[in-house]
């Protein structure tokens, strides 16, 4: 069964604390693994998409990398606007459909 | 990336009526999903909602309880059937344009149920 687990499950920071956010997946092979970041009230929003072992994508002060079985979203120096829950989701060959996982509640203190 | 609305963005109803939601999007999409998150908890899809056709309910999810419209390729309305306090959730639709892709949400619909 395709299966997504994040961790931690709650993070705080410093202002400019350096960390990482993990997401752990068991798929039936990977079409794709998607990084949302959401607020609270609102809807997800898309961060990163990721397709095959090896591959990183940046954006400001967030990089998403990605493995065989799991990936990891950098945050560099997080600021307080940084706070947010971040959910990764996974679409598996053969089906079009996401699987999220619980995602990580990020909060950074000034 | 698509724009998406939904209506209404929140509602308090009683429980044993039903509430339509709407999904409206900027563009023409080929894929639009709906989406339900409990308080706490993550995204769990509920349907994939299918222009000119049923839609695709999940595991979990029938027809009688979340009936799904999908008259063209920019609009879907999600309906809560004889709602309990169990159905108080955060409903969110997404589009999607291609498998491997990925999706656009809407800011979601806060549903309470007394």
């Known amino acids: 069964e395709d299966q997504v687990t994040q961790s931690p499950e709650a993070l705080r920071l410093q202002e400019g604390e350096s960390s990482s956010l993990n997401c752990s997946y068991t798929?039936?092979?990977?079409?794709?693994l998607f990084w949302y970041r959401q607020d609270p009230g609102k809807g997800p929003e898309f961060l990163f998409t990721?397709?095959?072992a090896g591959e990183e994508k940046e954006k400001e002060r967030l990089k998403a990398t990605l493995t065989k079985k799991e990936s990891f979203l950098h945050i560099t120096a997080p600021k307080p606007e940084d706070s947010a829950t971040y959910l990764c989701?996974?679409?598996?060959?053969?089906?079009?459909?996401?699987?999220f996982g619980t995602g990580t509640r990020l909060k950074v203190l000034a | 990336s698509a724009v998406i609305s939904q209506k209404p963005s929140r509602d308090i109803c009683q429980r044993g009526t039903s509430l339509t939601i709407q999904c409206q999007v900027d563009?023409?999409?080929?894929?639009m999903f709906w989406y339900r998150q409990q308080p706490g908890q993550s995204l769990t899809l509920i349907a994939t909602a299918n222009q000119g056709s049923e839609a695709t309910y999940e595991s979990g999810f029938v027809i009688d309880k979340f009936p799904i419209s999908r008259p063209n390729l920019t609009f879907s309305t999600l309906t809560v059937s004889n709602m309990s306090p169990e159905d108080s959730s955060i409903y969110l639709c997404?589009?999607?344009?291609?498998?491997?892709?990925?999706?656009?949400f809407g800011p979601g619909t806060r549903l309470t149920v007394l």
């Open positions: 798929v039936s092979g990977l079409r794709g």
């Open positions: 997404s589009v999607g344009t291609r498998q491997g892709s990925e999706q656009f």
């Open positions: 989701a996974v679409e598996s060959s053969g089906t079009y459909k996401y699987i």
């Open positions: 990721l397709y095959s």
């Open positions: 563009s023409q999409v080929t894929m």
